[in-house]
């Protein structure tokens, strides 16, 4: 089990790398491979990676809760 502080800071982590992966990619399909890509990539990271955070802070418990359901002993 992990301790209560391990867990928002896991999903701080998890969160910004996510946003950095998923915002470099939608914006390289979107733009293509370009310098213009490339500068604006750090902003839309930088937008994306508090509102992923906040988002997780919410997903994070129904996601836990789920995965226990799935692996809960048969009835």
Known sequence: MQSKKAIPLAQFIISGLMAFLMSGI?????MGLTAQWLHAWPFAWLTAWPIAFVLSLG??????????CAFRPEL
Do not use: C, E
């Not at 939608?26 to 979107?30: E, L, N, P, R, Y």
């Not at 997903?59 to 226990?68: K, R």
């Open 59 to 68: 997903v994070g418990p129904l996601a836990f809760w789920l995965s226990s």
């Open 26 to 30: 939608i914006g390289a399909i979107h």
